[in-house]
């Protein structure tokens, strides 16, 4: 019958006001069996704000307890409807007062309202009897006025709409009384009013009809069967009118709550008692039982705190020939800590950025517990080591705070497990993992695995090769992390850097722009930027230096004698000149450098071959046997300077010799005529001996009178000489570690004298006595036709007197 015909009568019930509100707290009244989305009242309204605010503060209803929820709110429009249909019997049972308890929760700033909602009952439900047919056994010698329990009907409404009034069909013999029990129930009792007779009427069959107080009236009915028997006039009596026992929730099936026990004086079949529920609700049907005989009930289903927490049973004591009495069983719930504690998370930023401060409210979440008492209390803590903490708030709110500053490069996402503990015995506590991302910010810079690069690239490279890679790692996040390479703008022998190389801005490979030449320059140094992109964007800076390297791109380039075509030097060597005597020297360099540079000497021609030697690193050329008559005067030896570089590199040169003690020997100079050379070049030989003669007799008398005026001995006559001149070195040809040809400056003036072994081979200072400074270059003499003279850089004049 529930829920039937409830449209004609509540609706004035519907008609909802708010009954209270101080200090924030809300309550309404609202009947039971409301359809879903009826509107129970407008919380934005009640509370001052509008949909709109309501809406934005992130309103939201918690309900205490942790219960079936029943009642939502329309946060757009803030009004509280039905979201599941209320049954105030299933919900509340018995008890006159039904509650639902909330929390209203609203965001920035955090605010707590109660909300309370009672449930009103309605009539939905009609009285009902224990049993289909109330069987009575009465003895014809009860006297007039005898009075018969017929037990008390059961209606799950409260209030007026539970049992208020009975009727009982007419008849003959007996009326009905109504009574009121001690917790305000009615019950009725059949009294008699004519004596029966059992030899007139044996059987009797009367109706009796329950009503309520609702509007409209519901009524339930049974059946009385009356036996007219032998007198018994003796009733039960129960040993204590309530029997009160308290239960821990959660205790087994099987479980003896209580015994009853009820007396009766008469003997026999008079006198047996046996027992039953006389009013129970289904609820209380499905966890009780009881047994007829002994009168023990036992728990036949679970009992629980947080569903129920009293009930109360009535129990019916009967002898064998119906008469009857009632005792009321009382059992309280006891509670037992048994539910852990519920942790919700009402809001949580996330991710947060690493730049947070310290203190600042990341999320907020409410604990809750179903116990109650003192299982019901909770502490709230976040276990391990995290830059998190737990603020109180109010009525079992928290705050999620930081403590500490976030950094994404070294930890990126937290699991921060909150543990929640009532203080039951034993304690129960359960956990729950927030995770946690930390956004990232720019706030490093790249760094390159090294402050400076070395490098090597040999000469003559390709355009476009690459010569080294530069690398730097930013710990930040994507675009924030991505690092981009340049190079920083500057000059180089003031050309600008980017002449001579470039980098792949994302992979930090630097190329070489053209080809570079070892002669030129040696090395370069560059400042290398990375930056990453984040906002604004951070930078660093490494040094690259680049070494060009030598390859052997120089062939050797002799210096003396002259190369053939500018000049054609002729050398005069005594006849008496002996094994190991100096002849002349063949002057290279070589451009590069190293092992590039290393030359050595050989004579791969010659007219006489085995008279001379050549020292193969010195370059100087000796008598490598004594000179005989069989030789001849004209001596032609064809040098081969060659370098150590891989592939190696020559160049070639003459060296003509005259064998003769005194000028007037040497044949016409017109005579001497050479195969390799011009006609051109012949005149300019014959020239350069006569103007040589004649400059070396003129030297020879002035020393003659000089040695005269002295009176020194042995007296030297200088019949002639020939002068061999001094190399000409072309610009850049300065060596460094000794690694070429010129370990030292060379000067080379030679006056070759006739005579016998006492006639000596002397080295003088150049025509030229100026020397150059450190990082020169040298340069031939414009005064001096015969490239007499040259110096080199830190080079020292050097003489050298050599007997023959």
């Known amino acids: 019958m529930r829920g039937k015909g409830l449209s004609t009568f509540l609706f004035p019930l519907a008609v909802l006001s708010l009954l209270r509100r101080s200090h924030g707290d809300l309550s309404y009244a609202v009947p039971e069996e409301m359809k879903r989305g009826s509107v129970v009242g407008n919380v934005a309204a009640d509370l001052g704000l509008d949909p709109k605010r309501f809406s934005e503060r992130k309103a939201r209803l918690n309900v205490d307890g942790g219960g079936r929820r029943f009642l939502d709110i329309d946060y757009s429009s803030g009004k509280m409807t039905v979201a599941e249909v209320v049954d105030r019997e299933e919900l509340c049972a018995s008890r006159t007062s039904c509650v639902l308890k909330y929390s209203l929760v609203l965001e920035k700033p955090l605010e707590l309202h109660a909300v309370t909602v009672q449930i009103e009952d309605v009539n939905d439900n009609a009285p009902q009897f224990s049993t289909d047919v109330i069987k009575l056994e009465i003895r014809e010698s009860a006297v007039k006025g005898t009075v018969f329990l017929l037990g008390e009907a059961h209606d799950a409404d409260v209030g007026q709409n539970t049992v208020q009034g009975y009727s009982l069909e007419k008849n003959g013999h007996f009326s009905l009384r109504i009574g009121t029990n001690a917790d305000g129930g009615k019950y009725s009792e059949l009294v008699l009013d004519k004596e029966l007779d059992r030899e007139q009427e044996k ?3 009367l109706l009796l009809t329950a009503t309520d107080g609702g509007r409209p009236q519901r009524s339930g009915s049974v059946e009385i069967n009356i036996t007219v028997l032998d007198a018994n006039d003796n009733v039960p009596v129960f040993s204590q009118s309530t029997y009160r026992v308290s239960l821990p929730e959660n205790s087994a099936v099987g479980t003896s709550v209580v015994t009853v026990s009820a007396r009766d004086a008469d003997e026999g079949v008079n006198g047996e008692v046996t027992y039953e529920f006389s009013r129970l609700s289904d609820k209380a049907a499905r966890i009780f039982s009881l047994d007829k005989v002994s009168g023990e009930i036992k728990l036949i289903g679970n009992i629980d705190y947080e569903t129920e927490s009293l009930y109360e049973l009535r129990i019916q004591a009967k002898d064998g020939l119906g008469l009857a009495s009632n005792a009321k069983v009382v059992v309280e719930v006891i509670d037992v800590n048994d539910n852990e504690p519920v942790i919700v998370i009402q809001s949580i930023s996330n991710p947060v950025p690493e730049n947070t401060d310290s203190a600042t409210e990341v999320g907020i979440i409410n604990v809750q517990d179903k116990d109650a008492g003192g299982n019901q209390p909770i502490r709230c803590t976040i276990q391990g080591n995290v830059p998190f903490t737990l603020n109180p708030s109010i009525k079992n709110f928290y705050s999620i705070v930081t403590t500490g500053p976030l950094d994404r490069e070294q930890v990126a996402d ?36 090294e402050q400076s690069y070395s490098a090597y690239i040999a000469e003559n490279n390709k355009a476009g090769t690459s010569i080294c890679s530069v690398t730097a790692r930013d710990p930040d ?113 070589d451009a590069d450098s190293g092992q590039n540079a290393w030359l050595s000497y050989r004579i791969v021609k010659s007219t006489d071959p085995g008279l001379f030697s050549m020292g193969v690193h010195s370059g100087e050329i000796r008598v490598q046997r004594d000179i005989s008559e069989s030789d001849s005067m004209k001596q032609n030896l064809v040098i081969s300077v060659r370098d150590n570089g891989q592939p190696p590199l020559s160049a070639t040169c003459s060296v003509y010799l005259l064998i003769s003690d005194n000028l007037a020997e040497v044949p016409e100079l017109k005579d001497m005529t050479y195969e390799e050379k011009s006609s051109k070049l012949t005149s300019y030989l014959i020239i350069a001996l006569v103007s040589v003669s004649t400059f070396f007799l003129t030297f020879i008398i002035l020393i003659l009178a000089v040695r005269f005026c002295r009176r020194r001995k042995p007296r030297l006559l200088f019949d002639g000489a020939v002068a061999i001149p001094s190399a000409y070195l072309p610009p850049n040809y300065a060596e460094v570690e000794g690694a070429g040809t010129l370990r030292s400056s060379y000067n080379y003036d030679a006056y070759l004298t006739t005579g016998s072994h006492t006639s000596d081979f002397k080295f003088i200072r150049s025509y030229n006595d100026s020397t150059l400074p450190a990082g020169g270059t040298l340069r031939k003499s414009p005064d001096d036709p015969f490239g007499s003279s040259f110096n080199e850089a830190h080079g020292e004049e050097v003489r050298e007197t050599l007997f023959i």
């Open 477 to 589: 996040w994507r675009q924030n992390g991505t690092v981009l390479y340049s190079l920083l703008p500057s000059e180089v022998n003031s050309v600008p850097v980017s002449s001579f190389l470039s980098i792949n801005a994302d992979t930090g490979v630097i190329h070489a722009v053209r080809s570079f030449d070892y002669e030129q320059f040696r090395s370069l140094k560059v400042q290398v930027v990375s930056r990453d992109n984040g906002s604004p964007p951070l930078s660093s800076n490494a040094t690259v230096s680049v070494f060009i390297t030598d390859e052997n791109d120089n062939s050797p380039q002799i210096l003396y004698p002259a190369p053939e075509g500018k000049s054609l030097m002729t050398e005069m060597v005594p006849k008496a000149a002996l094994s190991g005597s100096l002849v002349s020297k063949v002057i290279a360099v």
């Open 203 to 205: 059987y009797m069959n």
């Open 414 to 449: 937290y699991n921060i497990t909150i543990t929640a503990t009532d203080e039951g015995m034993p304690p129960l506590s359960s956990s729950k993992v927030i995770h946690l991302s930390v956004s990232d910010v720019n706030d490093n810079p790249p760094v390159f695995d």
